[in-house]
């Protein structure tokens, strides 16, 4: 179950409204490669993971992206806060502001919408862990593209903050992957539904056995997340508080 | 008063991050003693933290709420500014 604790991850204070910037931003809440598919996706997924690590890294990191959830919301409700509707409506908020007013609303960039599509759940884990590979890589490029979109260091600084979260959850998922492939390789173990198994036997081999961002042959063959990085390579976004936030793993 | 609950506040999130981190990272590397010995002091320092300041400005989760009357309702929720 989840504790709920009253601040956010990380601050957001913003000094100057922008509507339009809102607009794209919210896309990070309800749209596709946003941090609701992302929680969703990887609390979803958790229950049919074989493998204990992989199941605490789905579990936590899907905790995670619900804290920054309410981090994107509210960039977008400070961004939209006291703005008239006359201008709303000029910045392209109009129909946003016809069904909700002020509240955030899950939609992507374009007032489309959430929707179940954008997650995969296949409760087969490596197929869930490269998918949760591939959110993250998304979810770093759009943050990207945000930043991109504006000036503002007030709304710059938590989109980046964001945005290196996504690259560290990547290496942690790209740990799992590596950790269950090598599960499911000391034994004979089919990935795959009894029925499939039964019409054409198997090697002993699994099938999961040449395939990974690991080895040399795979689709991040030059990003390996199985590298082996420890927590806090970079400094951490608050080495200017204080002397014990610095403290990096070896 | 405002900066000096701000400051703390900014040194519990950022003890907060740093265990966060290790938690992740203990999760594909439940054997690195290192790692969980930092987590460890990460941990009792942030607890420490928020002691002080639940105790100056109320509390960050409802069950820390201790006063009356009941104070979990009150600004600022962490959405505003």
Not at chain 1, 65 to 80: D, F, S
Not at chain 2, 62 to 78: D, K, Q
Request: with cysteine; hydrophobic share 35%; glycine share 6%.
């Amino acid at each position: 179950m989840w504790v709920y604790e009253k601040k956010l991850q990380y601050p957001v204070k913003i000094k100057n409204c922008n509507p339009r910037l809102a607009k794209y931003i919210i896309t990070q809440y309800g749209g596709p490669d946003g941090e609701l598919a992302a929680s969703l996706r990887y609390l979803s997924q958790r229950y049919s993971m074989p493998v204990e690590a992989a199941k605490a890294t789905l579990n936590d990191i899907g905790t995670e992206e619900l804290a920054h959830l309410e981090i994107v919301g509210t960039i977008v409700y400070q961004l939209t806060k006291g703005v008239p509707p006359q201008i709303l409506e000029k910045e392209g908020l109009g129909g946003y502001y016809a069904d909700h007013d002020r509240g955030i609303y899950p939609v992507n960039g374009d007032g489309v919408p959430f929707t179940a599509a954008y997650i995969g759940v296949k409760g087969d884990p490596i197929a869930d862990l490269v998918e949760d590979l591939a959110a993250e890589q998304k979810a770093r490029a759009t943050y990207e593209g945000l930043i991109n979109m504006t000036d503002d260091p007030d709304v710059i600084d938590p989109l980046r903050f964001l945005r290196e979260r996504e690259v560290v959850h990547f290496q942690r998922f790209g740990e799992a992957l590596r950790i269950v492939q090598e599960k499911l390789n000391e034994k004979p173990f089919y990935v795959k539904k009894p029925d499939y198994a039964k019409e054409k036997p198997l090697s002993n081999v699994s099938p999961a056995a040449n395939i990974g961002p690991g080895s040399n042959v795979g689709p991040a063959a030059n990003v390996s997340p199985a590298a082996n990085v420890g927590p806090m390579t970079n400094v951490s976004p608050f080495s200017n508080v204080s002397p014990a936030a610095e403290k990096k793993k070896k | 008063m405002h900066d000096a609950r701000e400051k703390l506040l900014r040194e519990i999130q950022a003890l907060e991050f740093m265990e966060i981190e290790l938690n992740l990272y203990l999760n594909t590397h439940p054997y690195d003693q290192q790692a969980l010995m930092i987590f460890r002091n990460t941990v009792q320092q942030r607890k420490m933290l928020l002691d002080n300041y639940e105790r100056m400005y109320g509390p960050l989760t409802a069950s820390a709420s201790n006063s009356f009357p009941w104070p979990w309702i009150e600004s600022p929720w962490p959405w505003e500014a």
